[in-house]
């Protein structure tokens, strides 16, 4: 038995007659059940969007949040499986825009249409794309206290379940509240977009800005407008993030800024090149009316080891293995680097940025596997040790 310290408070009193009329609090105990029958989410899109639930995606500026959350919009209602890359049954989706107008939001999705060859009638009765320029008075909050617009969310409500909408997205949630953005604003407002979510069985994306950021510094989910509390009110989160210049060299593209990417939210420390990350690519379509719009598609980090053989890895095997009375730095900044050997034997410039990053995942990957290995010696220079790279136990064309 617990023993609790009680602390005195202000107590709430009723009457006797006031306190009857209390409804008593529902809670129930634990009670035996079969665990193989705890529902798991119902996944509708990819693993973000899941009926009941509300989901969140965080960027700055510009990234390519909006061109993203439509992409995925029409992915859904075509089930084309155009960015996930397998088909499904199509949904109907809503998405409703507060930024741009309706011709701007048309030519977006004559763009993506284009882009990915599909055709109107795949998208016809299934995608609502909405724009709120027109809509002042539609709002989810307002006031200074943060008043929740129950009118409009009975309205939101009855147009989802009369139209049979399996995915809402809103895009951007600040857009639709006309109170200040204070974490609590935020925490409330995503409570009420989560009941909204379970009480229809909706999947429910919302598409939010970060707070300014100090320059140089990468954005994390909890820098979203609201801080962690709209965080907490979703079952899913997400963050995108821009390109940086320095990645861009070590990918070989001439602008970055082209590029954004899917990050694990709850740890952006990830390489560029890891799986946890999935590029984007923005790119300009022209559409049947002649116009220039921007859509995205899918980006693949380049791979290190496109076009290498085990004979090629073999062959550095050997050349590394030719040099053992003489072995090869492990260090970068050493003139007799492996990694210019590696260049030597794959006829790969090693001056070339993008180049010297893929020589050094190969060499990480080559000692990692046995191919090559490290091995200290004794520097003649200084009389200490230094780390030198030889061939390992592990030949490529036997094993």
């Known amino acids: 038995m617990?023993?609790?310290v009680l602390h005195q408070v202000t107590a709430i009193t009723h009457t006797p007659v006031e306190a009857s009329a209390l409804p008593p609090l529902q809670f129930k105990a634990w009670q035996q059940k079969d665990l193989t029958l705890i529902p798991s989410p119902t996944f509708v899109y990819s693993d973000f969007y899941a009926l009941g639930y509300t989901s969140l995606t965080v960027a700055p500026p510009k990234v390519g949040k909006s061109m993203l959350a439509l992409a995925e919009a029409i992915d859904i209602a075509t089930g084309q499986g155009i960015l996930t890359g397998y088909t499904k049954e199509p949904l109907r989706v809503l998405y409703y825009n507060a930024e741009d107008d309706q011709d701007v939001l048309d030519a977006r999705v004559s763009a993506l249409l284009t882009h990915y060859q599909i055709g109107q009638e795949n998208i016809v009765g299934n995608l609502y794309p909405v724009s709120g320029i027109s809509h002042d008075d539609f709002f989810l909050i307002g006031g200074i206290e943060g008043i929740i617009?129950?009118?409009?969310?009975?309205?939101?409500?009855?147009?989802i379940t009369t139209n049979k909408i399996d995915v809402v997205i809103f895009d951007p949630l600040q857009d639709l509240s006309r109170s200040p953005e204070t974490n609590e604003i935020f925490r409330v407002i995503g409570q009420r977009i989560r009941l909204m979510a379970t009480t229809t069985q909706t999947a429910l994306h919302l598409v939010h800005h970060t707070r300014k950021i100090q320059q140089g510094v990468t954005a994390s989910i909890d820098d979203a407008r609201g801080g962690s509390a709209l965080r907490g009110t979703s079952r899913f989160n997400r963050i995108l993030v821009s390109m940086s210049e320095d990645e861009?060299?070590?990918a070989g593209i001439e602008n970055h800024r082209f590029y954004f990417r899917i990050a694990d939210a709850e740890s952006n420390l990830a390489p560029p090149s890891s799986s946890v990350n999935q590029?984007?690519?923005?790119?300009?379509?022209?559409t049947p009316s002649g116009q220039s719009v921007g859509a995205v598609r899918l980006w693949q980090w380049p791979d290190a080891f496109d076009g290498i053989s085990k004979q090629d890895a073999s062959d550095v095997r050997?050349?590394?293995a030719a040099?053992?009375?003489?072995p090869p730095s492990h260090s970068v900044q050493a003139a007799t680097w492996a990694g210019y050997t590696i260049?030597?034997?794959?006829?790969?410039?090693?001056?070339?940025?993008?180049?010297?990053?893929r020589i050094k995942e190969m060499l990480n990957y080559w000692i990692k596997t046995n191919v090559l290995a490290i091995n200290e010696r004794p520097d003649s220079r200084n009389g200490r040790t230094k780390k030198v790279v030889i061939?390992?136990?592990?030949n490529p064309l036997t094993n």
């Open 2 to 4: 617990l023993i609790r």
């Open 323 to 326: 040099m053992a009375a003489n």
């Open 279 to 286: 590029w984007f690519e923005k790119v300009s379509v022209i």
């Open 149 to 159: 617009n129950e009118t409009l969310f009975a309205q939101l409500e009855t147009f």
């Open 343 to 357: 260049a030597e034997t794959l006829n790969i410039d090693p001056t070339d940025e993008a180049s010297k990053q």
């Open 391 to 394: 061939a390992g136990p592990n």
């Open 318 to 320: 050997t050349a590394i």
């Open 248 to 250: 861009g060299a070590k």
